[in-house]
C-alpha cells in the first residue's frame, strides 16, 4: 500500500512571523492586574483580551501582591525547643473496676 501517492502534496509553505516579544511597562501590568481583580474568574478572559497567557498574568498578580507587614501573617519556620517533662508522672493505670454485675 503506498500511502505516499494518496495524501496532499504541499507546494507551498507559508510561515508566520509572530513579531517580536510585546514589552509591558508596569503601568500596563497593573491596569490588566486590577482589571483581572475586578470580579471572580477575569483571569482567563482578561488574558484573552490583552494577548497574555494565564500563567503571565498570575505572574503579575503574584508581583504586585503586596508583602504582609505583620510578621502574625508571614510564612515560615518557627525555632521549636524540646524540653523534658519536670511534674510528677502517673504511673500506668490497670483495669477499670473489679466488681461483677
Do not use: C, N
Not at 497567557?53 to 510564612?75: N, V
Request: charged share 30%.
Amino acid at each position: 500500500m503506498d500511502s505516499d501517492r494518496r495524501s496532499a502534496q504541499v507546494e507551498r509553505l507559508e510561515v508566520v512571523d509572530t513579531g517580536r516579544r510585546r514589552r509591558w511597562s508596569e503601568d500596563e501590568k497593573l491596569k490588566i492586574v486590577l482589571e483581572s481583580l475586578q470580579a471572580p474568574r477575569q483571569v482567563a478572559a482578561t488574558a484573552r483580551r490583552y494577548g497574555v497567557s494565564r500563567s503571565l498574568l498570575l505572574r503579575w498578580r503574584r508581583s504586585f501582591r503586596p508583602e504582609p507587614k505583620d510578621a502574625a501573617h508571614q510564612t515560615g519556620f518557627v525555632p521549636a525547643m524540646v524540653v523534658a517533662e519536670s511534674g510528677p508522672t502517673l504511673g500506668p493505670v490497670g483495669p477499670a473496676g473489679g466488681g461483677a454485675i
